[in-house]
């Protein structure tokens, strides 16, 4: 039987080798593990700016939508068409009543269109020139009942015009929050 407290200098050198190989072994888990989790942390970085950004992107999308609003004719008389989400389109003529259809647009969108008064712009009155108006007037009735398809493209290419620009200036507005709250907490991350 050996001594287990003696050293024979052949025993010395082998564990010295297989300690050295298994502190190598270490060494090299421990780099692999740290390569992964910094591969994995700027995944999780890139993952997390997607989703935020995604979240941006959406909040400004439905907030542009459904602000969105413009003045325009209808025929004769200026209205201010809005966006709504009650999912009918509903013309306001003030005092003759209000006029609610179904909406064809997705997601419970609808329009709102509020008539107003003919357009205030005559400062003289004179037989010939309220003749004139008024015959201007029944020419726009006219045009609008006959095709109401070219209004309503108006309409709606004005309102998706809106709408994109509320979206764009909302997105600008999160994001330099964003950024202004994160440079004021100096750069903090999660």
């Known amino acids: 039987m050996t001594d287990p407290t003696s050293t024979d200098p052949t025993d010395a050198a082998t ?3 297989g300690a050295g190989a298994a502190l190598g072994r270490l060494r090299a888990v421990g780099s692999r593990a740290r390569r992964v989790l910094r591969e994995r942390t700027r995944d999780v970085r890139w993952g997390r700016a ?22 325009m004719s209808l025929g004769p008389h200026m209205a201010r068409y809005d966006v709504t989400t009650d999912d009918t389109i509903t013309v306001d003529l003030g005092p003759l009543g209000t006029l609610q259809i179904d909406s064809p647009l997705p997601l419970t969108l609808g329009v ?29 009735y006219l045009a609008f009942f006959t095709g109401p398809q070219a209004t309503l493209t108006d309409v709606a290419r004005a309102l998706l015009l809106d709408a994109a620009r509320r979206s764009v200036l909302t997105l600008l507005l999160l994001f330099g929050a964003g950024v202004g709250g994160r440079a004021l907490l100096g750069g903090a991350s999660a």
């Open 50 to 71: 997607a989703l935020v950004g995604f979240v941006l992107v959406l909040v400004s999308v439905v907030t542009g939508v459904t602000t969105a609003g413009v003045d």
């Open 15 to 17: 564990p010295a080798r």
């Open 112 to 140: 709102r269109a509020t008539v107003r008064e003919i357009p205030d712009d005559l400062t003289e009155i004179d037989q010939a020139t309220t003749l004139q108006a008024l015959s201007g007037d029944l020419q726009t």
